[in-house]
């Protein structure tokens, strides 16, 4: 179960008050790791949450009995990182909230099995959005007894 995973951005503030709407959340500052960072709530029973970090961040260890630290290194455009996401808002809002920030969204089917708003952040980061619906047909196509049976018919891993 996930409780919260971190993205980077040029805009922290403004990305993660746009998180916050379309789960109907809220968007804190947040410090701890590196100033300049948010945190985006979605106000559930899980504390459910994505901190967003200034762009040019990565995390690191610290040595010894101390915790990680966020170091700003230089900008990078891309990256593998993405997340699917809850949003009690139907496509329409999603849609409409995408085309208010001029970031890239359309619908996609994944795999024929669930559908996902694809939303590009700032045009550089990759969120899928689920709809009530779309998390309906993800709950029922991702499974692991599914997932073994497409293994088993050949399907490319």
């Not at 009995?65 to 891309?78: N, P």
Request: hydrophobic share 40%.
């Amino acid at each position: 179960m996930l409780f919260h995973l971190s993205i980077a951005a040029h805009d922290p503030k403004h990305v993660a008050e746009v998180i916050a709407e379309m789960w109907r959340g809220e968007a804190f500052y947040f410090p701890p790791v590196t100033p300049g960072s948010w945190i985006a709530f979605a106000g559930d029973d899980r504390g459910t949450a994505i901190e967003v970090y200034p762009i040019d961040t990565v995390l690191r260890e610290e040595e010894g009995d101390a915790d990680s630290f966020g170091e700003r290194t230089g900008e990078s455009r891309y990256t593998a990182t993405h997340a699917a996401l809850a949003t009690p808002l139907s496509r329409e809002e999603i849609m409409g909230i995408a085309r208010r920030e001029g970031w890239p969204a359309k619908y996609r089917k994944r795999g024929g099995a669930f559908g996902v708003i694809e939303l590009w952040i700032e045009g550089r980061q990759m969120m899928e959005m689920l709809t009530a619906e779309m998390q309906s047909e993800y709950l029922a196509a991702m499974t692991t007894d599914n997932w073994r049976a497409m293994l088993k018919a050949g399907e490319p891993a």
